[in-house]
């Protein structure tokens, strides 16, 4: 994991030969959905049960690896939006890289359902260098259910990323990596055993409170939530008040779905090099990113009051 490298011609291409020839980007959610829904399944590359750790370490070509983790909420309240995360979330390596916002990202994409009704409530890949990560985008299944009671399991997502990552970032230099969390409801109002028992592996006795999940999460994550519009809640205060109360400031309001993978890119850009806002916007122009750049501007207007871009 976290070896190789990201090319843009390799991603280009594989996106042109499965048009020429009728083939969905997003190949696991149509075999999938060719099963009765009982025998849904995560890909095997995306299961988390039974996983000991994902991993971002070093390596020869990598020295500074930096783990970078996005799971974003594929039930139905999402609309089309899990399907625009996959479209654009695999431009997100090269653009990093192009403005030096980051030297060695590895990156791990995933999915969150709802552990009390899905057959599918978390999915989660591996850390990767090159364009193996693409092909995690497109093995993610989109369930598109939920529980209807505008809750998700974030929370348990939360839990995996806490207890179930190991990283050369942290171990070896204090340095925290990122996660974001994209979706459009509450976390369930307690991290429940049974679902860590059913859908991670791990043999856990008692209920856990959500801050206390997200204060631990935090000790090696710089953790943000990204709601996006044409989401069921986008406008929903419940949401803002109870994401702003986990997170503060790192609680991030998207008015156009498809610059996710700027906003990712330019909060990071923020974080690691201490690049100001307006400085940050104009790289995001200079690739041709104007409409992206001006919603990343209002999702990302509330960073200013970070000293130096940080915390």
Not at 29 to 47: F, G, I, M, V
Not at 168 to 183: E, M, S, T
Not at 213 to 225: G, M, P
Request: hydrophobic share 40%; glycine share 10%.
């Amino acid at each position: 994991m976290g070896y190789g490298h990201w090319n843009d011609s390799v991603y280009d291409a594989g996106k042109t030969y499965r048009s020429s020839r009728g083939i969905d980007d997003f190949g696991y959610t149509a075999q999938e959905r060719a099963k009765p829904a009982s025998q849904w399944r995560a890909h095997p590359a995306l299961d988390p049960f039974g996983v000991a750790l994902r991993e971002c370490r070093d390596s020869a070509e990598h020295g500074q690896s930096l783990p970078i983790a996005v799971l974003f909420d594929v039930t139905g309240s999402m609309g089309r939006v899990p399907r625009v995360m996959q479209d654009k979330l695999g431009k997100l390596h090269g653009l990093l890289r192009s403005k030096g916002y980051a030297q060695d990202p590895q990156i791990l994409f995933g999915a969150i359902g709802d552990a009390d009704s899905d057959r599918v409530p978390l999915q989660v890949g591996q850390f990767e260098s090159d364009n193996r990560m693409d092909e995690q985008l497109r093995n993610i299944f989109l369930e598109g259910n939920g529980g209807g009671q505008k809750s998700e399991s974030y929370e348990l997502a939360a839990y995996f990323m806490a207890t179930h990552t190991a990283t050369d970032a942290w171990d070896k230099r204090r340095k925290r990596g990122y996660l974001f969390l994209i979706g459009d409801e509450l976390n369930k109002s307690g991290l429940a055993a049974r679902h860590i028992r059913e859908v991670i592996g791990d043999e856990v006795g008692r209920n856990i409170a959500v801050p206390s999940v997200y204060r631990e999460l935090a000790q090696r994550w710089h953790v943000y939530y990204i709601l996006p519009n044409q989401s069921s809640y986008f406008d929903d205060p419940e949401i803002a008040e109870h994401w702003r109360d986990l997170l503060g400031l790192r609680f991030l309001k998207l008015d156009d779905p498809a610059a996710v993978c700027e906003l990712i890119a330019l909060s990071i850009g923020v974080e690691e090099v201490g690049v100001d806002l307006a400085g940050g916007l104009a790289d995001l122009r200079d690739l041709g990113s104007e409409a992206e750049a001006a919603a990343v501007g209002r999702a990302l207007a509330g960073l200013r009051a970070l000293p130096g871009g940080r915390d």
